[in-house]
């Protein structure tokens, strides 16, 4: 249930002839993007990341924290 609310924000996106998407306004102020973006593909979708924000979580994480 959690992931379904979560999801109920989703928009539909539309590709335009140059091969592009367009974020709404929202969903750009959500998601802190003013500029510079990371595409992550993560298994059946992709995620759309503010670049800086992307970086710190990929800094901040340690492979030590999934092995066991």
Do not use: C, P
């Not at 973006?37 to 901040?60: F, K, L």
Request: glycine fraction near 4%; avoid cysteine.
């Amino acid at each position: 249930m959690f992931r379904k609310k979560l999801n109920a924000s989703a928009e539909n996106a539309t590709v335009d002839s140059a091969g592009r998407i367009t974020l709404s306004a929202r969903k750009r102020e959500d998601a802190g993007i003013e500029k510079d973006v990371w595409i992550i593909g993560d298994d059946d979708h992709i995620e759309i990341w503010n670049a800086q924000s992307y970086e710190e979580t990929m800094e901040s994480i340690s492979w030590d924290d999934f092995l066991v």
